[in-house]
């Protein structure tokens, strides 16, 4: 395969994928994540970017099969992630990896360093000799910047950016194909986010990962992503590569989410004419019509509670907004 | 280690010297370590730091809430010393004079009681106000908040409000009683982007709308540029930088702050390969090194730096000018951002 054959296949189709919970008392259910639709480039950072309810993690637990999705289907390498029997899903989970928010909450705090990396090598590559397993997880660990004298350490005596390190080890173990990566960074301390903001993208490139990279704000995917998936209630309401969606963002919550991330430089920070968006984000047991977002829109009019926006392109950018090009 | 504030004549607050020790495993621990602060009515001070800086602790010691730890040094309270004082000076003060705003707001109210009960309770104690005119004052301060329906919120528990609406409450509690001074830990920490602009645009306003002086402490240099006028960073235990805020955010003189500074990644303009980063582990004030508590991570540490711990001294600028208000802790004194 060619570059340009690696860079223009799809790693991973999700098309037209829905979650909804059960809640007692409410016949429709929660709708966490409704009718969304993208793909994922072999070798390509997608962010996925949205405020608390927005179906972000949903969305990431439905790609581990951790939630079941209502309807939709979900390909990797041509099969249908949500048919898959227990079988299968094994199987998958070779070229499937995730590295959670939380990185000591996400050891086993009885299992030491090694054990832990070496855990995915035991599973799928038995017939390896200990001398082989030790080998790997050494090399392993010694890309994500953890030394040999870790080995026998247990993940109470890290702190979060070292333990951040020995969950990528863990998930890089059987070289995946594909990182679910839910918010890896948030979590840490700032002079530790960007020596693991990097590493994940040396890695990514070091293994051709395909990449989905969650977020609650929009600062943390500038450098890690290549296109963006902003969600709001359970829908996506704009997709769009780097350069367009923060030079030319579509989807007023697109611009509202630029306008809210602080600016450090307290000049430019006090001389600004925004106003922050105003209201929270509805509860998703009761979305508004039409376009879910027109509660708290500046711009919304009639047509946006009758109406659901679909995704259409608007200049370089997908975005489901009735008034998208009045807001370029 | 003095860090005396712009246009100050009698502090509201004065902190001198003031070390917090907990008993470690294996020694004591000083979780801050040599701090001094002055405090006059209006000024705006932002604390940023890590985990393990102290800078809750240091917010804490302020409230006279250190349980288990030794407290030594000053604090004075309009010239009144609190270091060592009996809990019922403190109870004077805490809520009324010195009022705090935690970070998650779910934890600071109490599920079991009405907004209307927790708002007026501090008003109704601390200043002998009558029911009545303590629900008229509650209704007041949530107008001031923007909290609309206000008469109906009054009876209504935490967990039917949205978590935007549980922070202006507790900022609420914290303005109600005219305290001269207010603390805030990472107040928008636990809060969604677009809410967090909200309670910054609201902690701006209500800076315009009273003499209190505030306390924000956060991780996020992005938070501390949006509402504070001058900044303190605290690294290990110490402050080891502080200046106006303008200054602090173009001319930072600390290896550690310019280091936090570059991190950030800009949401326009160019973007470098690889972001600028600190290297090194987070200090362990459980194994601090003898010198400079920075200086292991340090592109621009040598031999003095391991030797003694350097004072937070005057910063005289390239010219040979002094800023008086603009003190490092720190030996270098070339230029910064050669570092890789």
């Known amino acids: 395969m060619t570059t340009t054959a690696l860079a223009t296949t799809t790693a991973l189709a999700v098309e037209h994928l829905c979650v909804r919970y059960a809640v007692a008392g409410f016949k429709q259910g929660l709708q966490a994540v409704d009718d969304v639709s993208f793909t994922v480039l072999r070798g390509e950072t997608l962010g996925v970017v949205g405020e608390s309810g927005s179906g972000k993690s949903t969305l990431a637990r439905a790609m581990l099969r951790l939630v079941p999705a209502t309807s939709g289907r979900m390909l990797i390498r041509g099969v249908d992630l949500l048919t898959l029997d227990k079988a299968g899903l094994r199987a998958m989970r070779e070229h499937l990896q995730i590295i959670f928010q939380d990185p000591l909450a996400s050891l086993d705090p009885r299992m030491s360093v090694a054990e832990i990396i070496a855990e995915p090598l035991r599973e799928f590559r038995p017939r390896l000799t200990r001398a082989e397993r030790r080998e790997r997880v050494l090399a392993i660990m010694a890309r994500v910047g953890l030394l040999p004298e870790h080995l026998q350490r247990y993940p109470h005596e890290f702190s979060g950016g070292q333990a951040q390190r020995i969950g990528i080890a863990r998930a890089l173990m059987l070289q995946p194909e594909f990182l679910v990566c839910d918010e890896p960074i948030s979590a840490l301390d700032a002079s530790i986010k960007s020596q693991i903001a990097n590493l994940l993208k040396d890695l990514q490139q070091e293994f051709q990962l395909s990449v989905i990279f969650i977020a609650h704000d929009l600062a943390s995917v500038r450098f890690s992503c290549d296109r963006i998936l902003v969600l709001y209630l359970g829908r996506v309401m704009e997709i769009a590569s780097r350069a367009s969606l923060f030079q030319l963002p579509r989807h007023p919550y697109t611009r509202a989410l630029l306008q809210a991330v602080p600016i450090a430089d307290p000049v430019r920070a006090r001389a600004r004419t925004t106003t922050p968006l105003s209201g929270e984000i509805p509860s998703p047991l009761s979305p508004p019509s039409g376009c879910v977002f027109r509660t708290r829109c500046p711009l919304a009019i009639a047509r946006c509670a009758a109406e659901v926006p679909g995704l259409r392109r608007v200049g370089d950018n997908e975005v489901a907004c009735h008034r998208a090009e009045e807001s370029g | ?340």
């Open chain 2, 1 to 340: 280690m003095r860090a005396t504030p712009p246009n100050s004549s009698t502090p509201l607050l004065s902190v001198r010297d003031l070390r917090i020790t907990y008993r470690g495993e294996s020694g004591p621990l000083h979780v801050v370590d040599g701090v001094d602060l002055d405090l006059a009515a209006g000024d705006s001070l932002g604390i940023v730091g890590e985990s393990g800086s102290g800078k809750t602790q240091l917010l804490l010691a302020l409230l006279g809430l250190n349980a288990g730890a030794r407290v030594a040094g000053s604090i004075r309270y309009r010239g009144d010393e609190l270091v060592a004082a009996p809990d019922r000076s403190w109870q004077r003060l805490r809520g009324a004079r010195i009022a705090m705003i935690f970070q998650d707001p779910m934890t600071a109210l109490n599920p079991y009681l009405t907004i209307g009960t927790q708002l007026t309770e501090g008003v109704r104690r601390h200043r002998g106000l009558s029911r009545a005119t303590a629900r008229q004052r509650a209704l007041e301060m949530l107008d001031a908040v923007h909290i609309t329906e206000a008469r109906r919120r009054l009876e209504q528990h935490p967990h039917e409000l949205s978590g935007g609406m549980r922070q202006r409450i507790v900022i609420a509690m914290a303005m109600i009683c005219e305290p001269d001074i207010i603390l805030a830990d990472e107040p928008t920490t636990a809060l969604d982007v677009t809410v967090q602009a909200q309670i910054l645009t609201l902690l701006r306003e209500l800076r315009t709308r009273t003499r209190a002086a505030l306390v924000l402490v956060s991780h996020d240099l992005g938070v501390i540029a949006e509402v504070a006028d001058r900044v303190a960073v605290m690294y290990a235990g110490r402050i080891v930088e502080q200046a106006d805020a303008p200054t602090l955010f173009t001319a930072a003189r600390h290896p550690y702050t310019e280091g936090l500074r570059r991190s950030i990644v800009p949401l326009e303009g160019a973007l470098p390969l690889r972001l600028p980063t600190i290297g090194g582990l987070p200090p362990n004030v459980a194994a601090l090194p003898p010198g400079c508590a920075f200086a292991p991570r340090c592109a621009y540490a040598w031999e003095r730096c391991t030797t003694a711990p350097p004072p937070l001294a005057v910063v005289s600028e390239p010219g040979g000018a002094i800023a008086p208000e603009h003190r490092k802790a720190c030996y270098y004194e070339g230029p910064l951002g050669l570092a890789p």
